[in-house]
C-alpha cells in the first residue's frame, strides 16, 4: 500500500448527470476525509470518517452530495444532479487516527491523494 | 476575519535566497499546525508539523509557532527553482483536532 488511491482522476459529465468518485485511504488509516479545492484556493473540509462512522459533514455539503464508508475501508463521494458550481478538484486523504484524540503524535496527520478533477459542463 | 490567513504572493525569491512565508490564524483553540506544498495541478504533501511554541527544523525547512501572536510561518533556506510551488498553511481548530483548515496558499517562486 503506497498512499491514498482515487478514481477516476478526470471526470467530464454534463450538468444534471451524476458522479461517483472512490478513495481507498492508507490500510492502516483509520480517519478518512473529502476536501474540495477549486482554483486559488485552499482544500476546504467536506466531510469526515471515524472508521465507517460519518462524524461530521460541512455546510459545504448540500443534500446532493452524499458520501459513505461501508466497512470503514474505502469511501465513495456521489454528486447528484451536478451542477457547473460543482467543477473543481475532489481531494480525498487520510490519518492515522488514534482512540485518543493526542494531537502531538501525528494521528492528525493527513496524506492526500492525487485527487479527481471534475469538470461539469 | 478568516480562520487562516496567508498572503498570496507571489513571492518571488532568487535562487538560494532564504524564502519567508507567513500564516495567521483566527481561533486560539487551535493546536496543530502544518505547512503543506503543492505543485501546480497535483496535491498537497506534508511539508512540516509544529505543535509547540519556537522553532523546528527539518533540513532546509524550519517551522516557527508563536501561539500568543497566532501566528505561524515557514522558513525555506537555500531555495531551489524546485521548491517553486504553492505553500498552504493548514491549522486543527481547538475542540476539533481531526479537521485540519486550510489558508489558499502562497505561491512561491524560485528564480535560477
Known amino acids: 500500500d503506497t498512499g491514498v488511491s482515487q478514481n477516476p482522476r478526470h471526470k467530464i459529465t454534463k450538468r444534471g448527470q451524476n458522479v461517483t468518485f472512490r478513495c481507498d485511504p492508507i490500510?492502516?488509516?483509520?480517519?478518512l476525509y473529502w476536501y474540495r479545492q477549486t482554483l486559488g484556493q485552499g482544500p476546504e473540509f467536506l466531510t469526515y470518517?471515524?472508521?465507517?462512522?460519518?462524524?461530521?459533514k460541512s455546510r459545504l455539503l448540500s443534500d446532493r452530495f452524499s458520501a459513505e464508508r461501508p466497512k470503514g475501508s474505502f469511501s465513495t463521494l456521489e454528486i447528484q444532479r451536478t451542477e457547473q458550481g460543482d467543477s473543481a478538484m475532489y481531494l480525498c486523504?487520510?490519518?492515522?487516527?488514534?482512540?485518543?484524540?493526542?494531537?502531538?503524535?501525528?494521528?492528525?496527520?493527513?496524506?492526500f491523494g492525487a485527487g479527481s478533477r471534475l469538470t461539469v459542463l | 476575519q478568516k480562520e487562516v490567513e496567508q498572503n498570496s504572493g507571489p513571492l518571488s525569491v532568487p535562487e538560494g535566497a532564504i524564502a519567508s512565508l507567513n500564516c495567521t490564524y483566527s481561533?486560539?483553540?487551535?493546536?496543530?499546525f502544518f505547512w503543506y506544498r503543492q505543485y501546480s495541478g497535483k496535491s498537497p504533501e506534508l511539508i512540516m508539523s509544529?505543535?509547540?511554541?519556537g522553532d523546528k527544523e527539518d533540513g532546509r525547512f524550519t517551522a516557527q509557532l508563536n501561539k500568543a501572536s497566532q501566528y505561524v510561518s515557514l522558513l525555506i533556506r537555500d531555495s531551489q527553482p524546485s521548491d517553486s510551488a504553492t505553500y498552504l498553511c493548514?491549522?486543527?481548530?481547538?475542540?476539533?483536532?481531526?479537521?485540519?483548515?486550510f489558508g489558499k496558499g502562497t505561491l512561491l517562486t524560485v528564480n535560477p
Open positions: 481561533d486560539r483553540g487551535s493546536q496543530s
Open positions: 486523504a487520510s490519518s492515522p487516527g488514534t482512540g485518543v484524540l493526542i494531537y502531538s503524535s501525528g494521528a492528525n496527520v493527513l496524506t
Open positions: 490500510s492502516e488509516h483509520n480517519r
Open positions: 470518517f471515524q472508521n465507517e462512522a460519518q462524524l461530521e
Open positions: 509544529i505543535y509547540s511554541n
Open positions: 493548514a491549522v486543527t481548530r481547538g475542540g476539533s483536532n481531526y479537521k485540519l483548515t
